[in-house]
């Protein structure tokens, strides 16, 4: 679809290099500041589709710099300025090679992992007699990092983290206590607007003098579950799934048309109408999770509108 961006190739003033996840593309900027451009790619069982949805870049860039703000006075993070709305600019930071995954529900990969018997992940006790979906008698903290080969996270447990010297035991304490305040300002914002925090994940980086800041997205839609608060407990006494508001619609549409990122296996077609439905999902996710009204920005030139946008900011 024309209005959506889906790849960048910007060239910065004093520009050093650019990386490029699955959604988001990162220009370093003489290795003191970072621009972060979210663009409209939608990454599924770690396979990025061939369409972009309009708008979710904004959405998802909008979503993170707010929740960054409602969180600062808690835990520092890299946000500088937001020139544009697909657009974050931030220090540059040493990621840590962990993700700090916090949940306060048994669901998705949890519960993938229980129903197999398992009642341990990632070191930590998960308790007999839970169904999904429960709620844990305290939020548990499921550390992810990337596998050797490839980008798919695999679990790790603190033990593990520590042993094999990928973060320190100074420094994952203190990942681990902002882990825990996000978690819980998250809960207490998400509360406010009838929904429920389920799970998400963090990311960390240190900047050059030494602090330990968040990083990259915050309680959007990609990193993070929600359920509909309102009659989660009915549906969990008889049995029924609950109303979620995540992207795992997607998925669910993906493995309902033969997709789940299985070798040999061919994305499926999604047409113009699909692509409609899947960007009004997510307009909806931002009203929901923000408590505001979605204002679409211009997309008739989102590449020259973002270039003009960085480039006025860097220039001051």
Known sequence: ????ITNTNFNFPNQKSVYKGKVR??????????????????????????????????????????????TEDLVPNWLVATPDPNT??????????VEMVIRGYMSGHAAREYKLGKRK????????????????????????????????????????????GIVSKDDYEVLEDYTRKLFQRGTEIAEERGLILVDTKYEFGKTKDGKIVLIDEIH??????????????????????????????VRQWLISNGFQGLEGQIVPE?????????????????ENITGETFVKADVSD??????????????K
């Not at 548990?140 to 980008?151: C, L, N, R, S, V």
């Not at 999604?270 to 931002?286: A, F, H, N, P, Q």
């Open 270 to 286: 999604m047409s113009d109408d699909y692509i409609k439905t899947v960007s009004d999902r997510y307009i909806e996710l931002y």
């Open 220 to 249: 959007t839609p990609d990193s993070s579950r929600y359920f509909y608060a309102e009659g989660y407990q009915d549906r969990q006494d008889r049995g029924e799934a609950q109303k979620q508001l995540s992207k795992e619609f």
């Open 88 to 97: 974050a600019v931030g220090h540059l930071c040493e990621p840590y090679k």
């Open 25 to 70: 593309e990162v220009y370093n900027i003489n290795d003191e500041q970072l621009v972060m451009v979210a663009t409209d790619r939608l990454s599924a069982f770690d396979v990025v589709m061939p369409k972009g949805i309009p708008y979710k870049g904004q959405i998802l860039n909008q979503i993170a710099t707010k929740m960054m703000k409602e």
């Open 121 to 164: 992940l990632c070191g930590v006790e998960m308790p007999d007699g839970m169904k999904e979906n429960d709620k844990f008698p305290e939020p548990i903290i499921t550390p992810a990092t990337k596998a050797e080969m490839g980008d798919h996270d695999e679990d790790i447990s603190k033990e593990d983290i520590l042993k094999r």
């Open 302 to 315: 989102i590449q020259n509108r973002i270039e003009s946008n960085v480039l006025d900011y860097l220039s």
């Open 1 to 4: 679809m024309s209005n959506t």
